[in-house]
């Protein structure tokens, strides 16, 4: 079984500043790794993914996050914030090759960008 | 990326009525369909996994009577919530998987009301 842990339930953060969100996951298999963002009363968007190769992944509206397999993490970066990136981020693992399983998602980073 | 569309949006029906939620895969084939709950502020929580032509499989401590499941086409699964209550009130989200688990595709969620 699969199980995410993100450490901040809420992020206040100026505007233009740096921000990082943390996500650690557990496995016994080997996993993808997900991060998606959430509007108020909409549907979850992919922002970025983990399948293979290089660590660091790149994501969509400035994101990116890192793969640190010994540590179990993948935490998700943004150099400069905006007021449009106010919303609800949600990390998500699934096992490899497992066929159609339905994705672990932790609790939720509710991040709120301030003027 | 794949589609999948979910309707309605928004709903208010009052208690004792029942309500269909609809998701359609729109230009893929989705033999699987997960379903989730969202209350406020948490993280999506499965209720049930839908296969076409079979029965619905549920997570422990859903009722099942009360959320039926179809998935009568490989495009259109729907979530009946019967005999609503207040209770009940939630978003409710709709997921198709990707390839062997690189990506879900989410419909845009549903905000049940019970009044």
């Known amino acids: 079984a699969q199980s995410v842990t993100q450490l901040d339930s809420q992020v206040p953060v100026f505007e233009e500043a740096p921000v990082e969100l943390r996500c650690n996951y557990s496995?016994?298999?080997?996993?993808?790794l997900f991060w998606y963002v959430q509007y108020p009363n909409q549907g979850l968007q992919l922002l970025l993914k983990y399948l293979s190769g290089s660590t660091l992944v790149k994501g969509i509206n400035g994101f990116e996050a890192e793969f640190n397999k010994s540590q179990t993490s993948f935490h998700l970066r943004k150099p400069s914030v905006h007021i449009s990136d106010t919303a609800e981020y949600f990390c998500?693992?699934?096992?490899?090759?497992?066929?159609?399983?339905?994705?672990?998602f932790g609790k939720g980073t509710r991040l709120s960008v301030i003027a | 990326g794949a589609v999948v569309s979910q309707h309605p949006s928004w709903v208010i029906c009052k208690s004792g009525t029942s309500v269909k939620i609809e998701c359609r895969s729109l230009?893929?084939?989705?033999?699987?369909m997960f379903w989730y709950r969202q209350f406020p502020k948490q993280s999506l929580m499965l209720m049930a996994t839908s296969n076409e032509g079979s029965k619905a499989t549920y997570e422990q401590g859903v009722e099942k009577d009360k959320f039926l499941i179809n998935h009568a086409s490989l495009t259109l699964s729907t979530l009946t919530v019967t005999s609503a209550h207040p209770e009940d009130s939630s978003f409710y989200i709709c997921s198709a998987p990707g390839q062997v688990n690189t990506e879900a595709f989410f419909g845009q969620g549903t905000r049940l009301t019970v009044v």
């Open positions: 998500a693992v699934s096992p490899r090759n497992s066929g159609n399983t339905p994705l672990v």
């Open positions: 230009d893929f084939q989705a033999t699987t």
């Open positions: 496995s016994s298999v080997s996993v993808y």
